[in-house]
């Protein structure tokens, strides 16, 4: 795989700016013809729209995987606790996945609702 030398071999670019750094962009001259300079503003748009959502992806890859990691260690931490200790935090031992999966966000927080809803509470 080759390593572009703009960006240091440890770091991942996931902005456009930081792909097109050291590139120099086309500027069109008043000598060149229209049609050209159009395809040419044209191309550097899609380009940089792809680069942009590029980026976009990669960030919404790296926010799920940080979810995740913090979904694994909560389910982690919870199922080293005995059952009492899960009994005084009001959580039962099936529980264990959705309240980790809602402290990280990957799920809607409906364990709260439900417990609202069976002690009469506004929701």
């Known amino acids: 795989m080759r390593s572009n ?3 240091p071999h440890d770091e991942i670019a996931l902005y456009p700016s930081q792909c097109l750094s050291g590139v120099r962009r086309h500027r069109p001259s008043k000598s060149e013809p229209p049609r050209r300079r159009y395809y040419a ?3 550097t748009q899609l380009v940089e729209a792809t680069l942009e959502a590029v980026g976009n992806f990669l960030r919404r890859i790296v926010a799920r995987s940080k979810r995740r990691q913090q979904a694994k260690a909560t389910c982690r931490a919870l199922r080293g606790l005995d059952a009492h200790a ?3 935090l009001g959580i039962d031992r099936s529980e264990i996945l959705s309240v980790a999966a809602e402290i ?3 799920a809607d927080p409906t ?3 439900a417990l609202q809803a069976r002690r009469g509470l506004p929701f």
């Open 5 to 7: 030398p703009l960006i």
């Open 41 to 43: 503003s044209r191309l």
């Open 86 to 88: 899960l009994r005084d």
């Open 104 to 106: 990280a966000g990957d």
């Open 111 to 113: 364990r709260v609702r």
